[in-house]
């Protein structure tokens, strides 16, 4: 996938989850070694059957941690993931905000991601924002008020798919 920040420009992610659909607007002119990872990880199948394994009510929901997943990754998937260099950039982490989660190590985001459910001014600067939830808010909030114990849903909330488009 070697297509210019203005061709990936053209697609939009959907998330297809246990709560309902998400549509996010990719930020490819910010973000776009993240977002062509990001797709490819998705057409490859790498988040088909993982879980929001995170939950922090008024800061984020996060999903794309591999150890959330149902199946193990084949070879194939597996050669798909490595770090990734971080592309901060100037986009303020407001509610539907999508950004790479990461360790420590500015370099350390590979599949998890989160979406904001609230202003959280500490990320900006710090975390590769690549998109933006332009459907499905209601999705989003009902992951959120998942019952929970700390900041693990009690029952699991499948991302079961993401599905690349055109917009």
Same mark, same amino acid.
């Given at each position: /996938?070697? &297509? ?7 697609? %939009? ?25 990001? /797709? %490819? ?8 059957? /993982?879980? +929001?394994? %995170? @939950?922090?009510?008024?800061?984020? #929901? ?24 971080? &592309? +901060?950039?100037?986009?303020?982490? @407001?509610?539907?905000?999508?950004? /790479?989660? %990461? ?9 998890? +991601?989160f #979406?904001c ?20 808010m ?15 849903? #009690? ?13």
């Amino acid at each position: /996938m070697t &297509e210019t920040p203005q061709e990936l420009a053209t697609y %939009r992610a959907v998330l297809d989850t246990s709560a309902g659909p998400i549509a996010i607007e990719l930020f490819a002119d910010k973000a776009p070694n993240t977002v062509r990872q990001f /797709m %490819r990880l998705a057409a490859a199948g790498v988040y088909n059957g /993982m879980a +929001f394994h %995170r @939950v922090a009510p008024g800061f984020v #929901i996060q999903t794309g941690a591999l150890s959330s997943r149902a199946a193990p990754l084949t070879e194939k998937q597996q050669k798909l993931v490595h770090n990734l260099p971080p &592309e +901060f950039n100037d986009t303020k982490h @407001v509610k539907g905000i999508v950004s /790479m989660a %990461r360790a420590e190590a500015a370099d350390s985001a590979q599949t998890s +991601f989160f #979406i904001c459910t609230a202003p959280s001014t500490a990320l900006d600067g710090q975390y590769t924002a690549f998109g933006r939830v332009v459907d499905g808010m209601p999705a989003v909030d009902a992951i959120e008020a998942s019952p929970r114990n700390g900041e693990t849903p #009690i029952t699991r909330v499948d991302l079961k798919t993401i599905r690349i488009e055109k917009k």
